[in-house]
């Protein structure tokens, strides 16, 4: 089932995260977020854009948002797309129902543009944008720097209307 986040989801919802900070290069962040810090997530992000879940049972297995590209006015059209997926849900789809929900949400809104940003390499992601239409239109070289490695970020991009 695919619903709006609540503020109750926040401790599935940062560990599932979490996971990803401690164990992966996708998200820049090193330092684990607090339950707390989730809750204001969803609150903030909420308030003015999606954010979903996916939920089997009681178990939330993935979840996706839509966030302020840019702050000067001319982009409020645009928004950046965030998903992540608990570990044990990879590979069954979950991803493309979810990011594909998020994006019907944003059409009904009436954004125009997506913007997914990558760690690159990152295979799977790649896939998941480019199978719901998103198109690259940038690669950074090098510009994060993680686990002593140095990392490239690609932007994707799709026309939402």
Partial sequence: MIRNAKITDAKQIVD?????VLNSVVTFDEVPFSEADFKTRIVDVSSRYPFIVYQENSKILGYAYANMFRQKPAYKNSVE????LAKEAQG??????LYSALLNLLKAQKYH?????????????VKLHEKLGFKQVAHFKEVGFKFNKWLDVGFWELILD
């Fill in 113 to 125: 543009v997506a913007i997914g940003g990558l760690t690159l390499p990152n295979e799977a992601s």
């Fill in 81 to 84: 797309t965030t998903i992540y």
């Fill in 16 to 20: 599932i995260y979490n996971y990803y």
């Fill in 92 to 97: 069954k789809q979950i991803g493309t129902k």
